[in-house]
């Protein structure tokens, strides 16, 4: 046995030990009560109630969003009488959901009452955050059965929410374009400012967003840029909305004005042609490898030589899995029936494939909100 694999098995021997020493309830009772490790085994046994508890521990905090208590208790406190009163909630359950708020850190209990916790304000001011938890009833029932859902056997509501993912004869309804248009708007401000604080826009002349949604991202590097065009490339019945809210915020739009907006699938139609990069901003984990290939072909063939791409989305974790990527982005996209979460290796070696060059993955300040990898079209002289 050479020693590669004399390690492999060592390592392999001890956890397996490890494993069958920890499992044994004789010891983990001793190690509860020894001064060296019951420090250890008393957090590791929170950790793990904090997973049996999860989902009732979401459901706590879906009904504090709902019922607009930690926006209530923000600048004073209240009781319990008085908050369940208002919801029509008996006083005791009523100290029940708050106390609950108070062990998620999101609530504190004051002389006066509950108010909102740190953690409780800063959720609060995370634009489009409170939104998404509203919309988790609908996450919530996909994940019924997960062993249904990793089987593949389950329908979903998720596909049903987000019907654009299948092209656009699913999203012809404006109603229900207006309900997703309005969700993600809400979320894009804060994951464009994670990556316009990670990438420069120096030197581009037109910023192009593919499948930008209402161009809230367009609009972030707008202001950001003052001097670049901007366009955008999304749905028919998304462009009509994004029309009227560039206007809103005095952006020109048309003939003569700074912003293009041109109605499309990237499924069904070519890209324009004209913009020096492209932005890709939470729309290849919608995708299939195969609709991610094509796009990012499109993408490509659509650049000057020397352009550029940017992609920002939430990226799973490679060798370190992390639970916005691995855990919550894996199984809403897997309940979306499209897509998954990759790691920014995954999405640099599709870029690559794509024919790009010059990949890099710059850092971002919070990477459970967005990650971010860019590239490059060869230039002529690359291409020599």
Not at 289 to 305: C, K, M, Y
Request: glycine share 12%.
């Amino acid at each position: 046995m050479d020693g590669a694999r004399r390690g492999r098995g060592l390592s392999g021997g001890w956890a397996a030990w490890r494993n069958r020493l920890i499992a044994s309830p004789r010891f983990q009772s001793w190690a509860s009560r020894f001064p060296l490790t019951r420090g250890h085994t008393r957090r590791e046994g929170e950790a793990m109630m904090d997973l049996v508890g999860g989902f009732v521990a979401a459901q706590v905090l879906q009904a504090l969003v709902s019922l607009d208590v930690l926006e209530d208790l923000m600048e004073a406190p209240r009781s319990a009488e008085a908050l369940g009163k208002r919801h029509g909630i008996a006083p005791q359950r009523m100290v029940a959901l708050l106390d609950a708020g108070v062990a998620l850190r999101l609530l504190e209990r004051t002389a006066g009452g509950w108010r909102t916790a740190a953690r409780g304000a800063a959720l609060v001011g995370v634009p489009g955050l409170q939104g998404m938890i509203r919309h988790h009833d609908v996450f919530y029932r996909d994940m019924a059965d997960p062993v249904a859902l990793l089987r593949g056997e389950a329908e979903t509501g998720l596909a049903q929410f987000w019907p654009y993912v299948f092209g656009a004869g699913g999203a012809v309804d404006p109603e229900v374009t207006a309900r997703y248009s309005a969700l993600m708007e809400d979320s894009q401000g804060i994951v464009a400012e994670e990556t316009l604080d990670a990438i420069s826009l120096r030197g581009v002349r037109r910023l192009m967003d593919v499948g930008g949604g209402t161009g809230a991202f367009l609009r972030a590097a707008g202001r950001a840029a003052p001097e670049i065009a901007l366009q955008l490339f999304d749905l028919p019945t998304v462009a009509e909305v994004a029309r009227r809210r560039f206007a809103e915020e005095g952006f020109a739009v048309g003939a003569g004005g700074r912003v293009t907006i041109t109605p499309g699938s990237f499924r069904d139609d070519p890209l324009p042609r004209g913009a020096d990069a492209i932005s890709l901003v939470r729309v290849l984990y919608d995708h299939d490898d195969t609709t991610v290939r094509g796009l990012l072909s499109a993408v490509l063939d659509s650049l000057p030589p020397g352009g550029r791409v940017i992609v920002s989305e939430p990226m799973a974790g490679a060798a370190r899995p992390n639970v916005a990527g691995n855990v919550y982005f894996a199984f809403y996209c897997m309940a979306m029936r499209t897509g998954r979460a990759r790691t920014p290796a995954e999405i640099s070696g599709l870029l690559a494939q794509a024919g790009f060059t010059r990949i890099q993955q710059p850092a971002t300040r919070r990477p459970f909100l967005t990650s971010v990898v860019t590239a490059q079209k060869p230039a002529a002289a690359d291409e020599v």
